[in-house]
């Protein structure tokens, strides 16, 4: 009778912390997936040319994903569509800590190259009204 009355409180207990244990891994499920629409929703945003939006959505992702350097990749990209260089080459730099150089250096190559075609766009403008 004493090892059916322990044994009793043992399946029990087994059964909560199992319980428990599937509740936390759904929950890690949800949040997993919840960044991933919020990202997916960012990039989305980002192609119909909505960039300030899209930028604060890569910033939302990154507060409870900090190292994904997909997110910081397509952050940079954001801030170069947006005009805004000093962010885009905060985000190289990030990617670079996070040792992604073969990002930092794409991405550090897209600042670059819509840098100069802003100057080349510019110079012909003023070209062109010269005429």
């Known amino acids: 009778m004493v090892t059916q ?15 428990a244990l599937a509740v936390a891994m ?3 499920d949800l949040k997993g997936i919840t960044k991933k629409v919020m990202y997916n929703r960012a990039r989305n945003l980002h192609d119909h040319g909505k960039i300030k939006e899209a930028i604060a959505v890569y910033k939302k992702v990154l507060e409870s994903d900090g190292d994904n ?17 000093n962010n885009a080459n905060k ?10 150089r073969d990002l930092s250096e794409v991405l550090a190559t897209v600042i670059r190259d819509s840098d100069s075609s802003r100057v080349r766009k510019k110079l012909q403008t003023d070209y062109d009204s010269k005429k």
């Open 26 to 28: 759904i929950s890690c």
């Open 5 to 19: 009355n322990r044994s009793k409180p043992n399946v029990v207990l087994l059964l909560c912390l199992s319980a």
């Open 91 to 100: 985000q190289v730099a990030i990617l670079r800590k996070l040792n992604r």
């Open 69 to 85: 350097t997909e997110v910081h990749y397509d952050l940079g990209v954001a801030y170069t569509d947006d005009h805004d260089v």
